[in-house]
């Protein structure tokens, strides 16, 4: 099973960027996925996690109310809305999938099965 993520690039502080993960696979079913994200010289960092149904996400403190997570289980994909862009937000974002019959949302890296490749998200000033 591989993850593709997409989206990622240049803007500037306040725009949006929507990052996507795709499944080499089917391989979403009844299982949660999650987005991470590390930035240079810091360690990774828990960002966003959606349940199997879609009903149930939460999110890190520091993107709460700014960025939005969706999946399309039909298309095996994973979706994360950045909305009012900061600086701090530059970082590779990751995307990834937990373990077939684990469907609730996880915060933590040691709960995720396949990991994404990442996608470079730059916000300027």
């Known amino acids: 099973v591989q993850l593709q993520a997409s989206g990622g690039g240049l803007v500037q502080a306040g725009d949006f960027l929507r990052l996507s993960c795709a499944a080499s696979?089917?391989?979403?079913?009844?299982?949660?996925l999650g987005w991470f994200r590390q930035a240079a010289g810091k360690e990774r960092e828990f960002v966003a996690s959606i349940g199997w149904g879609g009903r149930t996400t939460t999110y890190g403190d520091s993107v709460e109310g700014r960025f939005s997570i969706s999946r399309d289980n039909a298309k095996d994909t994973v979706y994360l809305q950045m909305y009012s862009l900061k600086p701090e937000d530059t970082a590779a974002y990751y995307c990834?999938?937990?373990?077939?019959?684990?469907?609730?949302?996880?915060?933590?890296?040691?709960?995720?099965?396949?990991w994404g490749q990442g996608t470079l998200g730059t916000v300027s000033s």
């Open positions: 696979v089917r391989t979403f079913s009844m299982r949660s």
């Open positions: 990834a999938v937990r373990r077939a019959g684990y469907a609730a949302v996880a915060i933590t890296p040691g709960e995720y099965e396949t």
